[in-house]
Nanobody, 124 residues
Framework: VQLQAFGGGLVQAGGSLRLSCAASGRTSSNSAMGWFRQAPGKEREFAAA????????YYADSVKGRFSISRDNAKNTVYLQMDSLKPEDTAVYYC??????????????????WGQGTLVTVSS
């Protein structure tokens, strides 16, 4: 599975961005897709995830109510709509694919494939 994330950029606080993650290859094995982010000097953290078949959605408390994850099965693409952005949302955002059916969607350890990351910078 190959993942390509794009859509990052520079935005002012309060603004919006939409990230996209296009999956190719053996995508039928994916059970969930997730978005993680890593700010400078910090560990990679969970932001949002969606289960591929059921469409169940999961969010970190820090983004709940502001971010929305969705998928387009026909395009094998997952989106992260980010609204009301804050300077603390500044990070490199990574999409990831989870193939195993067990294991939490919240943990980086349970994801098998990662995209290259896209930088989101929110200015104050």
């Amino acid at each position: 599975v190959q993942l390509q994330a794009f859509g990052g950029g520079l935005v002012q606080a309060g603004g919006s961005l939409r990230l996209s993650c296009a999956a190719s290859g053996r995508t039928s094995s994916n059970s969930a897709m997730g978005w993680f982010r890593q700010a400078p000097g910090k560990e990679r953290e969970f932001a949002a995830a969606i289960k591929w078949s059921a469409g169940s959605k999961y969010y970190a408390d820090s983004v709940k109510g502001r971010f929305s994850i969705s998928r387009d099965n026909a395009k094998n693409t997952v989106y992260l709509q980010m609204d009301s952005l804050k300077p603390e949302d500044t990070a490199v955002y990574y999409c990831a694919a989870k193939t195993r059916l067990v294991g939490s969607v919240y943990s980086t350890a349970n994801y098998d494939y990662w995209g290259q990351g896209t930088l989101v910078t929110v200015s104050s």
